[in-house]
C-alpha cells in the first residue's frame, strides 16, 4: 500500500483557513469583480493604521516577488545580495541585466553578516531578507548600522517578520522594506505584497509598476486578513512550536541541524553523498523535501536538505517514518 504523500517542499503555510475566513470571504470578495479594483485605497489606509506610516509611504504589488522586481528596476546599477537566501533576489537583478554580486554569510552554524567598506563601494542596491529565508537574523542595529555606512537602497525582504525578528520600517531613508501576506497571513496563493519607505522612493516604485496590479478579489481577501489578526497570530505560535519541536527531534536523532527563525527546517550534512542518502529515504517513505537550493533560495550546495513545516498532522506522520532511519 502506498503511503500518503506528504509535500514540505514549499514555504507556504500548510494550514487550511478556517470555514468562517473563508466565508467571510466568499460573502465580500466578488461583489464587484465586474468593476476595476477599487478597494486599493481601503487596503493602503488599513496597512498605513497598522504600520504607523503614510498611506504614500506604501505601495501594492504582486506578492513580495513584484516588489523586489520593481526595486532592481528603479535603483539596480550595481546590486549586493547576502547569502544565502531567496532566489528572487538575484534573479531580478539577472533578469533586468544587472550586475549582481553575492557574499556568503553562512559562518559553519549560522547566518552571519560580514562586509567590507570595499564591498559596499560603488553599489547602488542591497537586497537582504529578515528573517532569512532559509535561515538567520538580523537585528534592527545590525541592519541601520548598514545603512549609515552606504548610499544604497537597502531593500529588505520581511516576508517572514511575523515570525521573529523586529521590523526595519521607518529606520532610515535609505531603507525599503518590503512585506506579503503570504506567510504571516497564510494566503499565498492570493499573491499580494506591498513596499514601504520614503515618499520619495515610493513615488520612483510607482513609475516602473502597473496601473492595476493587484485583483480587487486579493485585496479583498488581504483586508478581511487584517481584521482577523488574532486568529493568525495564534497560528503563527503554533507553527513556531511545531517547527522547533521537530528542530528537537531531528537534533536528538543526531541531524545536524540549522536553527531557522521561519518555517523551514534545515539539516547540513558532511557532503552531498550523505544528503542525497537521506533524501533518498524520504522520497522512498513519500516525504517531498528540498535538496541543495531547491526552487526558492540561492547559495545552498546539495549537502544541505530543507523542508518546511507542515501541519499538526502532517509533522506527527513525517516523526513516524523519520523514526525508521
Known sequence: MLMKAIDLKLGEIKDQLPARIIQKFSKNAFANCNRYPSNYFALLSKLAGKLGVDKEEIVLTNGVDEGIELIARCFGEKVLVFGPSYFELLDAPKRNGIKCRVIDCFNGKGYSL?????????????YLCNPNNPFGLLTKKQIVELASKTKAIIAIDETYIDFDGESAI??????????SFSKGYSMAGFRVGFVVGEKNLIDTIKTKKLFFNVSSVSVEAALIALDEEKYFGKLITEIKKRKDSFERFLSEKGFNVIHTNTNNIIIKFSNEIEATKFNNFLKSNSILANQGDGISTVGLDNSWIRFSCGTKEQMAEAKKRIEKW
Open 114 to 126: 560580514k562586509y567590507s567598506n570595499e564591498d559596499l563601494e560603488g553599489v547602488s542596491l542591497i
Open 170 to 179: 521607518k529606520s532610515a531613508p535609505n531603507i525599503l522594506v518590503l512585506r
